[in-house]
């Protein structure tokens, strides 16, 4: 049987200093997909697909598996089916799941790479994905870059980290991770009932059902997922919204998710594989301060950018200075790189850990 068909997207392609962002967008603009690439966390992170040689550490109790150590600050968990590989073996691994928030990468034996020794060390990476699973059931018919990809990476980067979403029309859904789940609650908020209470209820949840699996594929979201939606009275409605969310889902995600029934409660639950990171748990991981200094190196670049000529003051939080002084991403270098040596950066005791100031002078 033929495979769904692929969406179509455009790709946006932004390089910041500090950060590469890369975003899928549908022919209708909608956001569907953000990868986050920081500098700092370059060759320090199990990728999606790469293919690794570690050590075998020890056998997890009651689990069906091991921790390998492959080089990295956090060991990856072995899916294994059979007997685990003993204590001390070098074993390949291609990752198939990455770390997520307290939990490790997740990786299974391939031996595809077997041939290549490595120089320095005897775990370590050893090669990218075959394919870059980013792409995974999309038709890229562009790439954009320039000043409108980083609009959108900006725009992109906001809607993955919101747990609000509003419902054209009205009505909202809020989507929260937890430690064991994630928890979504479609609320019909300020919308307008136009017809019968059942017809309300089944519109509403069927535009909620298309922006959950957008906002689940764009924020990388996954595991068990539990969805309170707004109640129902008709035994064809309630068939007619898992089916239109799983439909989405395959969209978004490019693949099959598995879904329960919905209960009489209107409660669904959904199971969604773990692929990359969470968008929230990579912008969360990251060192003290970064995160906002990549916001202030991303601003300044912009304002020198469209004044080619003027030569920026620019006032900073301590906990920004901190992070700019003690980095070792080498940002100065290519900030003077892109525009020129016309900068000064102080820091300011008086603003607030995330804040900064950019005044151009004259």
């Not at 490790?104 to 020794?117: F, G, H, T």
Request: net charge neutral; charged share 25%.
């Amino acid at each position: 049987m033929p495979g769904p068909d692929k969406l179509k997207v455009s790709e946006y392609v932004c390089d910041h200093i500090g950060l590469r962002v890369r975003v899928l967008a549908d022919m209708q603009g909608r956001l569907v997909r953000l990868h986050l690439d920081p500098w700092s966390t370059r060759n320090k992170r199990a990728e999606l697909g790469q293919i690794w040689r570690g050590r075998v550490l020890n056998k997890e109790p009651g689990a069906r598996g091991c921790l390998v150590d492959i080089g990295l600050k956090q060991p990856t968990f072995l899916q294994i089916n059979k007997t685990a590989p003993p204590n001390g073996a070098l074993v390949d691994v291609k990752i198939k799941s990455e770390a997520r928030f307290e939990k490790s990468a997740v990786s299974v034996l391939d031996n595809r790479a077997s041939n290549i020794k490595l120089q320095s060390s005897d775990v370590g990476f050893l090669i990218e994905a075959a394919e870059d699973p980013f792409y995974i059931g999309v038709d890229v018919a562009g790439v954009i870059e320039g000043e409108e990809a980083a609009d959108i990476a900006l725009e992109a980067i906001d809607e993955a980290l919101q747990t609000k979403c509003n419902l054209i029309g009205g009505g909202c859904i809020y989507v929260e991770p937890t430690r064991a789940l994630i928890s979504v609650d479609v609320d019909a908020g300020n919308r307008i009932n136009k017809g019968n209470r059942s017809q309300f209820a089944v519109e509403t949840n069927l535009l909620a059902a298309d922006a959950i699996a957008n906002k689940l594929s764009l924020s990388s979201l996954a595991g068990l997922v539990v969805i309170d939606f707004l109640k129902m009275t008709t035994k064809e409605h309630a068939i007619q919204v898992p089916s239109a969310f799983e439909g989405a889902l395959s969209k978004y995600l490019g693949r099959k998710s598995q879904l329960a029934r919905l209960s009489q409660f209107g409660i669904l639950e959904v199971n969604i594989a773990h692929t990359f990171s969470p968008i929230p748990h990579i912008v969360a991981s990251l060192d003290n301060g970064e995160w906002y200094a990549l916001r202030f190196l991303r601003e300044l670049e912009r304002q020198a950018t469209g004044s080619r000529g003027a030569f920026f003051l620019c006032n900073v939080s301590q906990r920004i200075h901190r992070w700019l002084q003690a980095s070792s991403i080498e940002w100065s270098k290519r900030l003077v790189e892109r525009i020129g040596k016309r900068f000064e950066i102080v820091e300011d005791a008086t603003l607030e850990k995330s804040e900064f100031k950019i005044g151009p002078q004259k």
